[in-house]
């Protein structure tokens, strides 16, 4: 699923009166949300997961390639979402 359907889908959830520019709106406030959220420490949602900012430590990679070429990779921080008990439970 996309941006443009998770839109879509938004918009059904939220009944007939609701418009693909609201729907666009409301998803991309959340996104927001969750964003400058997560920048200050764990964003958990009850029923759903949770978004953990992480840092990597710099270490040595390879070149598939070429084995004997090593390349420093850089220290950085990502985000890892770790699924809740009940949205693994409904796949």
Known sequence: M???QLI???Q???GGDT???AAAEALD?????ITKGVKKGPV???GFGTFKPVERAARMGRNPRKPEIEVEIKA?????FVAS???????
Do not use: C, G, H
Request: no cysteine; charged share 30%; glycine share 0%.
């Open 29 to 33: 406030a959340v996104l927001k949300a």
């Open 2 to 4: 996309n941006k443009a």
């Open 44 to 46: 958990q949602l009850i």
């Open 19 to 21: 418009s693909k520019r």
């Open 12 to 14: 059904e959830i939220l």
């Open 85 to 91: 008990s009940a949205l693994k439970d409904s796949l």
């Open 8 to 10: 879509d889908s938004v």
């Open 76 to 80: 950085s921080k990502t985000v890892r």
